[in-house]
T-cell receptor, first 112, second 114 residues
């Protein structure tokens, strides 16, 4: 049973465009939703995270939108750059749990 | 540099061989984790250690054992490697269960079992 469903699997965007990656979850006990960025040959690195008491969080060109009623959250990358080309993972965890559950990842390619 | 260090970076094993993947962190984190990453599968938790002296199973523990040697080190052992264990293994750490912060990941060990 996949607890966090991520789409699309791959995404190609032109430089300057907006990249949007979506995730959906079922467990209403989840209360922490991070996004990780992974470059080839490297480990994932925390990009941005949100808690369900806010609907949006922005850090530079990266924004998380959160819809608690729909149990969905998404990552928007504004003004996408070739350097943003990487694999992005959404994740979720619930209070008191040690376990962080990951989506299957989205490979983003930003063409120059 | 502060962070999570994994050794080795690459390893090829024959079916049935054993090996230990090493992980060490120098951030004084309490919690440590082992994940495996397979194409199209995301990251799946193998084992974790919430604090020194404790270990617990994750989503895919079969075929693996772990040891939390001290606060800094958390090793993953494959007793009898199988081709299904071909994967990239990541160690991660975070300050502790009371801290809702992201994990810090190592750079991974790419393991091939032939």
């Amino acid at each position: 049973q996949q607890q966090v469903k991520q789409s699309p699997q791959s995404l190609i965007v032109q430089k300057g465009g907006i990249s949007i990656i979506n995730c959906a979850y079922e467990n209403t006990a989840f209360d922490y939703f991070p996004w990780y960025q992974q470059f080839p040959g490297k480990g994932p690195a925390l990009l941005i995270a949100i808690r369900p008491d806010v609907s949006e969080k922005k850090e530079g060109r990266f924004t998380i939108s959160f819809n608690k009623s729909a149990k969905q959250f998404s990552l928007h990358i504004m003004d996408s750059q070739p350097g943003d080309s990487a694999t992005y993972f959404c994740a979720a965890s619930e209070g008191g749990s040690e376990k962080l559950v990951f989506g299957k990842g989205t490979k983003l390619t930003v063409n120059p | 540099n502060a962070g999570v260090t994994q050794t080795p970076k690459f390893q090829v094993l024959k079916t049935g061989q054993s090996m230990t993947l090493q992980c060490a962190q120098d951030m004084n984190h309490n919690s440590m984790y082992w994940y495996r990453q397979d194409p199209g599968m995301g990251l799946r938790l193998i084992y974790y250690s919430a604090s020194e002296g404790t270990t617990d199973k994750g989503e895919v523990p079969n075929g693996y054992n772990v040891s939390r040697l001290n606060k800094r080190e958390f090793s993953l052992r494959l007793e009898s490697a199988a081709p299904s264990q071909t994967s990239v293994y990541f160690c991660a750490s975070r300050p502790g269960p009371a801290h809702r912060y992201g994990y810090t990941f190592g750079s991974g060990t790419r393991l091939t079992v032939v």
